[in-house]
């Protein structure tokens, strides 16, 4: 059930445009982010029990978008990267409601009519959102110079998670100078 939960945690969007990553991000502003070129992993997402593949996505996913930006991968960068995945169980009921049950009504001299009693149901639904947290240490100060985290509605599905982790880290270093 745990390997269950860490694997959702992974995929931030739902599939299609049902929904959209909370993405949040946060820089230190006496860093020069455009002074770093290269960039080390001290953790990753496998270290931490995460499913290989679901971890080896994240990595590609920042990995993709760093060399977007210009920099490269290196045994000693100028900047640290960590990860860090979160998951929390969230409920939300759904409630139907059920009009009164009218009786008929009718034109010319005779109206006549009813009411009965509606009806309602409440399904209680359980998802999982799942937060992927990704920060940056300057490897000379060991201080920490940015982060982002990006949370949403988690999906089973693998195609969907993949997409998800895309999406989301792509929004996440969408204003990354």
């Not at 490269?72 to 929390?88: C, I």
């Not at 009504?105 to 399904?123: E, K, L, S």
């Not at 201080?143 to 509605?153: E, F, I, K, L, N």
């Amino acid at each position: 059930m745990k390997h269950l939960a860490l694997t959702a945690a992974f995929a931030l969007l739902l599939a299609g445009c049902a929904s959209t990553p909370t993405v949040h991000t946060d820089a230190d502003p006496q860093a020069n982010l455009a002074g770093y070129r290269t960039y080390t992993w001290l953790s990753k997402p496998d270290q931490q029990g995460v499913p290989p593949l679901v971890a080896q996505r994240i990595v590609d996913s920042v990995n993709a978008q760093l060399r977007a930006k210009g920099w490269t991968e290196s045994a000693s960068g100028d900047v640290a990267l960590v990860a860090h995945v979160a998951t929390q169980q969230k409920q939300t009921l759904d409630t139907m409601y059920a009009a009164p049950a009218f009786g008929g009504w009718g034109w010319g001299p005779h109206w006549y009519g009813g009411v009965g009693m509606g009806a309602t149901t409440t399904q209680v639904r359980t998802y999982t959102v799942g937060t992927l947290i990704v920060d940056m240490f300057d490897t000379k100060t060991k201080q920490a110079v940015w982060r982002g985290t990006a949370s949403d509605t988690v999906s089973s599905d693998p195609k969907k998670q993949h997409a998800a982790i895309e999406a989301g880290v792509a929004k996440m270093f969408a204003d990354f100078p």
